[in-house]
């Protein structure tokens, strides 16, 4: 354990020994003349010694003050730049972490474009469906699905979380053909379903009104873990899975995945939404971030909605 005086009554002298003068010294810690005087009266207390010989307009280092000086200066020097050199590091450096899905279908498509515009920053991506303690400083942002009531974060919602039931164009011409007709909502309870047991399932089908018995919800079949991993075996012809259109417009558009009812949307009480520390949202690089990300998410929305019109 050290046995160091208090900190501010060394910085205190620090800065009249340097400076030569309180006033100045008050003014440099953002202190008043007094509070200085009073920190290095009761660090002479501390020492058993005087440090100044107190004159009109200059504070004069005793050779015990003299003494003192350099080391505590080199001290505080030492210190500011180790301060200094973690403040370059991290500010050379966002850490985002996010959903496995949101990572995989939305934003590993495009934040690329953020770091090209702020060729300065690096960019780490973390995805995974733990909560990272964005407040330990294991990642500087977070973009979460849920509630929105994370307690000590500031919370930016960015949409809210629908589904409707998506397949391979081969899949779905492959059950028209069998049907003999167009594929209807009423359908869906007899076709391979990825994650069929999935209560999501059970609210799409009473959203759209069809009937679904207790044997076809607990209808044994491919799990999977993330509607990212949903969404490629739905691509993989493996079935029909309840994905987020949002998240999946590129690949609609690619025609790796085909939405038969467009029209037909459940929603859940939950969204996706940004979140870091309070106290931390004007540090450039988060507010960087905010400020590129909430507008790229609102033209996603919108070009959404245009589709779906």
């Not at 075996?233 to 939405?259: K, Y």
Request: net charge negative; glycine share 8%; hydrophobic share 45%.
């Amino acid at each position: 354990m050290r046995k160091l005086p208090p900190l501010t009554a060394i910085r205190a002298f620090e800065a009249a020994a340097r400076n030569e003068n309180f006033t100045a010294a008050a003014a440099e810690l953002g202190m008043t003349q007094a509070a200085v005087s009073y920190q290095v009266k009761a660090l002479e207390e501390r020492v058993g010694a005087a440090l100044f010989v107190r004159e009109r307009g200059r504070a004069r280092l005793t050779p015990l003050g003299a003494r003192l000086l350099p080391s505590l200066s080199q001290a505080f020097d030492a210190i500011e730049a180790a301060f200094s050199t973690y403040e370059a590091e991290d500010e050379s450096l966002l850490t985002i972490t996010t959903t496995t899905t949101f990572g995989n279908t939305w934003l590993a498509w495009r934040v690329g474009q953020f770091q090209m515009q702020h060729p300065d920053l690096a960019v780490r991506l973390l995805t995974g469906n733990e909560l990272v303690d964005l407040r330990a400083g294991d990642a500087d942002v977070g973009i979460r699905g849920g509630s929105g009531e994370w307690e000590g974060l500031e919370c930016h919602r960015l949409f809210r979380a629908s589904f409707t039931p998506m397949a391979s164009t081969e899949c779905i011409e492959e059950a028209e053909r069998k049907l003999g007709r167009p594929l209807e909502p009423a359908d869906l309870p007899d076709l391979q379903r990825i994650n069929a047991s999935d209560e999501w399932w059970q609210q799409w089908f009473t959203d759209n009104g069809v009937s679904a018995d207790e044997r076809v919800l607990r209808r044994p079949g491919v799990r999977l873990d993330s509607q990212a991993n949903e969404g490629h075996a739905a691509m993989g012809g493996q079935g029909f899975a309840l994905l987020t259109p949002l998240l999946w417009a590129g690949d609609v558009a690619a025609g790796r995945l085909t939405i038969p009812f467009p029209d037909r949307l459940s929603s859940r009480a939950w969204s996706y939404w940004l979140v870091f520390p309070p106290e931390r949202r004007m540090v450039p690089k988060i507010k960087r971030f905010r400020e590129w990300l909430l507008p790229e998410i609102a033209r996603s929305v919108e070009e959404r909605e245009l589709v779906a019109v």
